[in-house]
């Protein structure tokens, strides 16, 4: 028996969704994690510190009962955001990051931003006040194949906005190819990286090969495998600018299993169990405190949690449900598709 008890973890990056499935969800992320960085892709989205407020409210009112839980908010950045309004959120400490996504990039983002000068004022004001950035890194160009389109946005959205703006403090969310990996390490430390649980564990292959499995499919899309193998690398390399963001994005399995089925993967209720087995796998169980539980914290200039979690491994595989009910309808878990035989104590 091996065991490995860590600060708390958190997670840089998570959906958390509003009513029905809020409520259904949310303890799959307070069983685990100290604290999470709630994304505001509602719909409508959380655009005003009135509606982070409002948002935060809603989670604080579904936490299950005896949970320590702290939702990080954050606002969804237009091309009308007022400064005044995010510079007041970001004071009052309502809000600890802004969400740039790229209109149409991914699930709710049509009132996402098209043109980047529009927003040039308020990138200023949080390279001020040092408020995080926290960026979907996909160009949505038809003419960029959806495999590309992570490596354009570093070399022409995301570059280009580093360089107009300095000091801006900036995450790459949910980085998937070697290309984001390599541009993280060649900058200075206003830059980080999340990773999440599934793009260190399937490729694309996972998505096509023998029938086409929807709970695989998310965005950014699954890459290569080399790239899936760069992202091993970095996570579990202990570096201070990679961190846990688990993407734990929640459909129902009613738009997941459907001729368009909705991008995310639903990894909350596993991911910790996952990560001690691929951290292990790599022979680099020590670096999962840096990854899961401390280099967070760093870049979002908070304390790490003071309160621990254990995880053991026994010779019985472990076992979680395949979905989560919840008033919203059936939410399918993640599968890594191999038996894991790691453990929350
Ligand atoms: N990752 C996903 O595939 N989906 C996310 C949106 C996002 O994080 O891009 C969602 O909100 O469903
Ligand atoms: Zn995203
Ligand atoms: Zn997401």
């Given at each position: 028996m091996t065991?490995?008890?860590?600060?708390?973890?958190?997670?840089?990056?998570?959906?958390?969704?509003?009513?029905?499935?809020?409520?259904?969800?949310?303890?799959?992320s307070t069983h685990h994690f100290g604290?999470?960085?709630?994304?505001?892709?509602?719909?409508?989205?959380?655009?005003?510190?009135?509606?982070?407020?409002?948002?935060?409210?809603?989670?604080?009112?579904?936490?299950?009962a005896g949970a320590r839980f702290t939702p990080l908010m954050t606002l969804y950045l237009t091309e009308t955001t007022d400064p005044a309004d995010l510079r007041a959120a970001a004071e009052s400490g309502l809000v600890s990051a802004v969400k740039l996504y790229p209109a149409?990039?991914?699930?709710?983002?049509?009132?996402?931003?098209?043109?980047?000068?529009?927003?040039?004022?308020v990138l200023e004001v949080m390279a001020e006040i040092g408020l995080p950035l926290c960026v979907h890194g996909e160009v949505v160009s038809p003419e960029v194949d959806i495999f590309d389109r992570e490596a354009v946005f570093i070399e022409t959205v995301l570059d280009p906005i580093r360089r107009a703006t300095p000091g801006l403090r900036v995450v790459m969310e949910h980085i998937t190819t070697k290309d984001g990996v390599d541009y993280a390490r060649s900058q200075d430390e206003t830059l980080g990286a999340t990773i999440t649980t599934h793009h260190l564990i399937i490729n694309r292959n996972h998505i096509l090969v023998g029938g086409?499995?929807?709970?695989y499919y998310c965005l950014p899309v699954a890459k290569r495998e080399h790239h899936r193998l760069a992202l091993r690398e970095a996570a579990t390399s202990g570096e201070a600018r990679f961190f846990l963001g688990t993407d734990s994005a929640p459909h129902i399995d009613a738009l997941k299993e459907h001729a368009c089925g909705c991008a995310g993967c639903f990894t909350a209720t596993?991911?910790?169990?996952?990560?001690?087995?691929?951290?292990?796998?790599?022979?680099?169980?020590?670096?999962?405190?840096?990854?899961?539980s401390r280099n967070g914290p760093a870049f979002y200039r908070l304390p790490v949690n003071s309160d621990t979690l254990t995880l053991i491994k026994t010779g019985t595989p472990a076992q979680w449900p395949a979905k989560i009910e919840t008033g919203a309808g059936p939410v399918t878990v993640f599968d890594p598709g191999f038996p894991v035989y790691w453990h929350v104590k």
């Open positions: 065991e490995i008890t860590l600060p708390r973890p958190d997670d840089w990056h998570l959906h958390l969704r509003d009513g029905a499935m809020l409520k259904g969800i949310l303890p799959e604290r999470a960085i709630v994304m505001p892709n509602l719909v409508p989205p959380v655009v005003t510190a009135e509606d982070a407020a409002a948002y935060r409210a809603r989670i604080m009112a579904a936490l299950p149409g990039a991914t699930t709710n983002s049509a009132s996402g931003v098209r043109d980047f000068d529009k927003v040039r004022g086409i499995k929807p709970h596993n991911t910790m169990q996952l990560l001690a087995h691929v951290f292990e796998e790599d022979g680099k169980l020590a670096n999962l405190e840096a990854f899961a």
